[in-house]
């Protein structure tokens, strides 16, 4: 019988089958935080200087361009700080591109507007076919593999890098970050790691009803290689380069723009919302708020009794989740018979389905090696 285990410092646990715990019951979220992540980030501390100085390298290079960068921008807190430290900090000039795949809460709508408003940007917006993201959420649910955001996040990311790459925009400015990120969720609780073409066209082709003709779909490796190492496209993380203090941005965004923040992170999309407040923990057991818990005691900003305390009840009541059931479902066009046998049904993984899995993996592997990643990936 196997004994579950937590993390005596985070809150991470057994429920990601590769943990390893040392003799004083820490796990290697916590060793890998302190021995790769932190000599490097100093969380942010003195590194404003060589932030401020890549910022005018940037602005030297486009001059003669309408834009310096481009930022992807949910609505939620690790874009919308991107966007103002950018703007207001670093005085560059970003477009500000937003991929609607259908799930905009109204809050995220209107986080959007006030910023872009107040900084006085520009933004240009992609609306996926809803036809085609529709399909190839329906085959994502069929396939009953973990990693039900796989579609939204290959919209987001595909149509961002594609826009860039058209319109000769080299950098690429995101709300990744250390601070509220640096304990990865774990592949298990279905954060595959990059857009896999193999992986996503072997379900739709199972499950899918239509083609997709105008989805966009950047493989991980034409990303990495072809647009980065080629084409010179840069993927920049600035907030790694200021003290960044989750309840201090929100604080600050409402005062300057009425931004708004949300109930716990991802809450940008009702389908997240949904995902991870309730099929991924009801129907396989994963909850990823331990990961974005455990990333907030590494970093000083909630305490472990705080996250245990918090993670012992779900962020909506039971009758706004059945509430978000019923709509997701409606959404998608499946009876509430269909959605609920879909629930019930048998677990698999992307192992069940043909992957590149095996290539991301030494490609990670590699990036871990040459200290460009310094993330524990499962």
Not at 50 to 64: D, M, T
Not at 225 to 253: A, R, S, T
Not at 328 to 352: P, Q, V
Request: with cysteine; aromatic share 14%.
């Amino acid at each position: 019988m196997t004994t579950n285990q937590t993390c005596s410092k985070t809150i991470m646990d057994t429920t990601d089958p590769n943990i390893i715990f040392n003799n004083f019951g820490e796990s290697d979220y916590y060793t890998n935080f302190l021995e790769r992540i932190v000599p490097e980030w100093n969380f942010g501390r003195g590194r404003m200087d060589e932030l401020l100085k890549y910022a005018e390298k940037i602005k030297s290079e486009c001059k003669n361009k309408e834009y310096d960068c481009i930022i992807g921008l949910s609505g939620g807190l690790d874009s919308s700080y991107c966007v103002y430290i950018t703007a207001e900090v670093l005085k560059l000039r970003p477009l500000i591109y937003h991929v609607d795949a259908g799930w905009n809460t109204e809050q995220a709508i209107s986080n959007i507007e006030k910023l872009i408003t107040g900084l006085n940007l520009d933004l240009y917006t992609d609306v996926i076919n809803w036809n085609e993201m529709k399909d190839l959420q329906r085959s994502f649910f069929k396939a009953q593999i973990p990693d039900q955001d796989m579609p939204q996040d290959i919209a987001f990311f595909s149509s961002l890098y594609k826009f860039a790459n058209k319109n000769g925009i080299k950098y690429v400015f995101t709300g990744a970050n250390y601070s509220t990120e640096c304990c990865r969720e774990p592949e298990e609780w279905g954060a595959y790691p990059g857009i896999d073409i193999v992986l996503v066209n072997d379900i739709h082709k199972s499950f899918g009803n239509i083609k997709l003709k105008s989805f966009p779909i950047i493989d991980i490796l034409t990303y990495k290689i072809y647009y980065q190492k080629m084409l010179g496209m840069k993927i920049f993380h600035p907030l790694n380069y200021i003290e960044y203090n989750k309840k201090e941005v929100e604080d600050l965004l409402y005062k300057k723009f009425g931004w708004k923040s949300f109930k716990h992170k991802h809450h940008e999309s009702r389908f997240t919302r949904f995902i991870e407040d309730y099929w991924l923990p009801r129907k396989f057991g994963f909850d990823k708020r331990k990961a974005h818990f455990s990333s907030l005691i590494l970093t000083g900003q909630m305490t472990r009794d705080e996250a245990l305390n918090r993670i012992s009840t779900p962020e909506l009541t039971e009758q706004e989740l059945m509430n978000e059931k019923k709509y997701i479902a409606d959404k998608l066009d499946f009876s509430e018979h269909e959605f609920e046998n879909l629930f019930k049904g048998e677990n698999k993984t992307f192992r069940n389905y043909n992957s590149k899995r095996k290539l991301i993996g030494l490609g990670i592997q590699a990036m871990r090696v040459f200290g460009m990643e310094k993330r524990l990936f499962r």
